[in-house]
């Protein structure tokens, strides 16, 4: 059966700092691979899909970024973080036409 | 452009009563998908049930039922016989023929079920 890891599970950093979350699934191979963003009480807002290694699309602009190293690795950065940064980092993964897509348990991010 | 609506920010419901969560969604796509998820107070996000458009039978997943009306363009979640662990936020979701596979999320529905 297919799982999805996230980590770190819970992080501060300070404004300015860098960030690197990642995503792993296991069980699957060539998986479309998502980051979402959630802010408190809100919806999802996609930031970032990929359809395979070293395709990353981005949804929103802002000054975070994402890396797809590994079929089965998605890795979230930044070089700066800022306050606006805080929210719960979803990892998600999909495949085939009916696509549903499968969480991870998720990051929460606060930048102080 | 593509839309989910879900009109109730809040729901209260007694336990073991049945509960319908409203989803309406715009779209002039042809194919398209309706997705439910979960997601209880830990934030982990639970798929619980899909519809595709071309579907003639409403989906079920055991306490889960889909009331897809495709004239109305609406697609309510029913869960039969509530639990206490029913409590979470609840997100409708669509997929369209020219989405590249992204969903179009709803802005959710907070269900709590009272003992």
């Known amino acids: 059966s297919q799982t999805i890891h996230q980590w770190p599970a819970t992080l501060v950093q300070p404004v300015g700092s860098p960030l690197s979350l990642e995503c792993t699934v296991e069980g699957t191979s060539n998986p479309n691979l998502y980051w979402y963003r959630q802010a408190a009480g809100r919806g999802l807002q996609l930031l970032f899909y990929?359809?395979?290694?070293?395709?990353i699309s981005s949804e929103v602009p802002q000054n975070l970024s994402a890396s797809r190293p590994q079929d089965r690795q998605f890795i979230l950065s930044s070089k700066k973080l800022l306050l606006s940064d805080s929210g719960f980092y979803l990892c998600?993964?999909?495949?085939?036409?009916?696509?549903?897509?499968?969480f991870g348990p998720g990051t929460r991010l606060l930048v102080l | 452009a593509q839309k989910i609506t879900q009109t109730q920010p809040g729901m209260f419901v007694q336990e073991k009563e049945a509960v319908t969560l409203d989803c309406t969604y715009d779209?002039?796509?042809?194919?398209?998908?309706l997705f439910w998820y979960k997601q209880p107070s830990s934030g982990e996000m639970i798929f619980l049930i899909y519809?595709?458009?071309?579907d003639e039978q409403n989906a079920t997943e055991g306490r889960y039922s889909l009331n897809f009306q495709k004239a109305r363009k609406s697609a309510n979640l029913v869960i039969s016989a509530s639990q206490l662990g029913d409590s979470a936020m609840y997100f409708c979701?669509?997929?369209?023929?020219?989405?590249?596979?992204?969903?179009?999320w709803g802005a959710g529905t907070k269900l709590i079920i009272k003992p």
């Open positions: 979701a669509m997929r369209g023929a020219d989405s590249n596979y992204q969903l179009i």
């Open positions: 990929s359809v395979g290694i070293g395709q």
């Open positions: 519809q595709g458009s071309y």
């Open positions: 998600a993964w999909g495949r085939g036409t009916q696509e549903t897509q499968y």
């Open positions: 779209t002039s796509d042809q194919s398209y998908g």
